[in-house]
């Protein structure tokens, strides 16, 4: 009997998460453990699932509403986009319960929430049905919103009703796109049945006009646009990093903005080539937007957090860039980008949230000589920054400058490398925020500003959790084939169907 994995990867989380929801009273203190069980058991599938022999032979589908006017199936599936975003779904989870070992507020509910999210987040990565992949979509907004209302900062029901509305706006425009795909579909097959599924909608867009293509091209990049999120849609981002527990972070900045642009490759590419096409000097002008407005805004931060959820901005802006060529140089490496970005951010966010803990502020200018005190700490952030501003042999490189090299073919064939500046300013003024804030922080006299004699360094489980993610960095910064040979037969088959060159 064929063991249902993609379900498991699932199923098993939830369980997990209703398990620890109800150790209340004197049980709390093992919710931790329950949580960190299920967790590895999700990470044990996700690597099974990764070293499948064949991937589609995974693919599972159940009926789940299906009437004689609409048809929605409970369907799974993975391939090249998808695999590697479950993989770094499912390690981020574990590594953020190891990380916060020590959670003593309710930890019952924190870890329920994290459990909750993955369920969310392997929903949308594995969805083969378009109706499953909003509800999914939607599963992942509500643990995210009480994780920051409940373990945030001063201002954490600004920052979680702010995240909740952005991005709950945004999926209700992006509902009216795929309800109008669904619709066109039916109409297009005429079977008269509005079925849901990838397998269906999918072929039958491909005939629709070019107007339909491109107005519902427009409501979807909305909807994964804001998620990204890209500039002017992004104010939301910095508030919610600034106030949300360093779990929140990591995984928001991890796995959750990725939604954004996994949303764009597999629905707006895949479905709308015709849309892609026509809007795409508007993707790309937003990208370059998103990509220097970025970096100048980490320039003026003063908090170490916020510092990295605006340079989280220019670099998600870069994976749009390599979106927006169309070619399959842009859209492979901007994938690998998505992969590249999680890894390093997650090490970021457990590095600027450790800051907080253990020295009692993130605040740049009170900060300085916090190597000497903290070397192990010191240590994980510098890999962290220098990864995060591409320093060749670590991974950040590799979803770099590829992106710009199939930007700098693309601008060349259109007669505009003037374009080419933009990336090559966002690139100066990404090094000078992360050196700038490394030497405040970290080398120079230590501060008198803030009493350090509390102050101590990394912990054993954070080092655990960091570690693992460090070694990750440096893998695919030396060897990307690992995860580029997962990505190039995807990208390969979307230039069979035309839809990059």
């Known amino acids: 009997m064929d063991i249902?994995?993609?379900?498991?990867?699932?199923?098993?989380?939830?369980?997990?998460?209703?398990?620890?929801?109800?150790?209340?009273?004197?049980?709390?203190?093992?919710?931790?453990?329950?949580?960190?069980?299920?967790?590895?058991?999700?990470?044990?599938?996700?690597l099974l699932v990764l070293f499948a022999d064949d991937m589609g032979a995974l693919a599972e589908s159940y009926a789940w509403i299906q009437t004689s006017?609409?048809?929605?199936?409970?369907?799974?599936?993975?391939?090249?986009?998808?695999?590697?975003?479950?993989?770094?779904?499912?390690?981020?989870?574990?590594l953020v319960v190891i990380l916060s070992a020590e959670e003593e507020d309710r930890p019952n509910y924190f870890h329920a929430l994290?459990?909750?999210?993955?369920?969310?987040?392997?929903?949308?990565?594995?969805?083969?049905?378009?109706?499953?992949?909003?509800?999914?979509?939607?599963?992942?907004?509500?643990?995210?919103?009480?994780?920051?209302?409940?373990?945030?900062?001063?201002?954490?029901?600004?920052?979680?009703?702010?995240?909740?509305?952005?991005?709950?706006?945004?999926?209700?425009?992006?509902?009216?796109?795929?309800?109008?795909?669904?619709?066109?579909?039916?109409?297009?097959?005429?079977?008269?049945?509005?079925?849901?599924?990838?397998?269906?909608?999918?072929?039958?867009?491909?005939?629709?006009?070019?107007?339909?293509?491109?107005?519902?091209?427009?409501?979807?990049?909305?909807?994964?646009?804001?998620?990204?999120?890209?500039?002017?849609?992004?104010?939301?981002?910095p508030d919610a990093h600034t106030e949300a527990p360093t779990g929140g972070s990591v995984l928001l900045a991890g796995v959750m903005l990725k939604m954004g642009s996994y949303g764009i490759i597999r629905i707006c590419l895949e479905a709308l080539p015709l849309g892609a096409e026509y809007w795409q000097w508007v993707v790309i002008a937003i990208a370059l937007l998103s990509i220097v407005y970025g970096a100048y805004g980490c320039i003026a931060q003063t908090d170490l957090k916020k510092m990295v959820a605006f340079s989280s901005i220019s670099h998600m802006g870069m994976v749009m860039l390599g979106i927006g060529c169309l070619s399959e140089a842009g859209v492979t490496f901007a994938i690998f980008q998505m992969f590249a970005h999680g890894l390093i951010t997650a090490i970021l966010f457990m590095v600027c949230g450790m800051t907080g803990h253990k020295v009692g502020t993130r605040e740049i200018p009170l900060l300085g000589g916090l190597a000497g005190r903290m070397?192990?700490?010191?240590?994980?952030?510098?890999?962290?920054?220098?990864?995060?501003?591409?320093?060749?042999?670590?991974?950040?490189?590799?979803?770099?400058?590829?992106?710009?090299f199939a930007f700098y073919e693309f601008v060349i064939a259109n007669d505009a490398l003037w374009l080419i500046l933009f990336c090559l300013l966002s690139l100066m003024l990404t090094a000078g925020y992360y050196l700038w804030a490394m030497q405040r922080t970290l080398f120079g006299p230590e501060t008198t500003k803030i009493d350090l004699t509390h102050a101590h360094d990394v912990s054993k489980t954070e080092g655990i959790a960091l570690a693992v993610l460090v070694v990750l960095v440096a893998f695919f910064g030396v060897w990307p084939d690992a995860a580029l040979s997962f990505i190039e037969p995807y990208v390969s088959a979307l230039a069979n169907m035309g839809v990059v060159i």
């Not at 049980?27 to 996700?46: D, N, P």
């Not at 006017?69 to 574990?94: C, E, H, N, P, Q």
């Not at 378009?130 to 979509?137: A, E």
């Open 114 to 237: 994290l459990l909750a999210m993955e369920v969310g987040l392997m929903g949308v990565y594995m969805a083969a049905d378009y109706f499953l992949f909003y509800v999914m979509w939607e599963v992942t907004l509500i643990p995210m919103y009480f994780m920051i209302s409940w373990y945030g900062g001063p201002r954490r029901h600004y920052a979680a009703i702010k995240f909740f509305i952005y991005t709950h706006v945004a999926s209700l425009v992006m509902l009216i796109g795929i309800f109008a795909m669904a619709f066109e579909a039916a109409q297009i097959t005429g079977t008269g049945v509005v079925d849901f599924a990838f397998s269906v909608i999918n072929p039958a867009i491909a005939g629709a006009s070019e107007m339909f293509q491109v107005l519902v091209f427009a409501l979807l990049f909305f909807g994964f646009a804001v998620k990204m999120p890209v500039v002017p849609f992004h104010t939301w981002l």
């Open 4 to 46: 249902p994995i993609l379900s498991l990867l699932i199923v098993v989380p939830l369980i997990g998460a209703i398990a620890t929801l109800f150790m209340g009273g004197e049980k709390q203190k093992y919710a931790k453990v329950v949580a960190g069980v299920f967790s590895a058991i999700t990470l044990v599938l996700a």
């Open 69 to 94: 006017a609409i048809a929605i199936s409970f369907t799974l599936a993975v391939d090249g986009l998808s695999v590697l975003m479950v993989f770094l779904t499912a390690l981020l989870v574990l």
């Open 375 to 404: 070397p192990m700490y010191a240590l994980f952030m510098m890999i962290g920054f220098m990864a995060s501003l591409g320093l060749p042999g670590l991974v950040g490189f590799w979803g770099e400058f590829p992106v710009i």
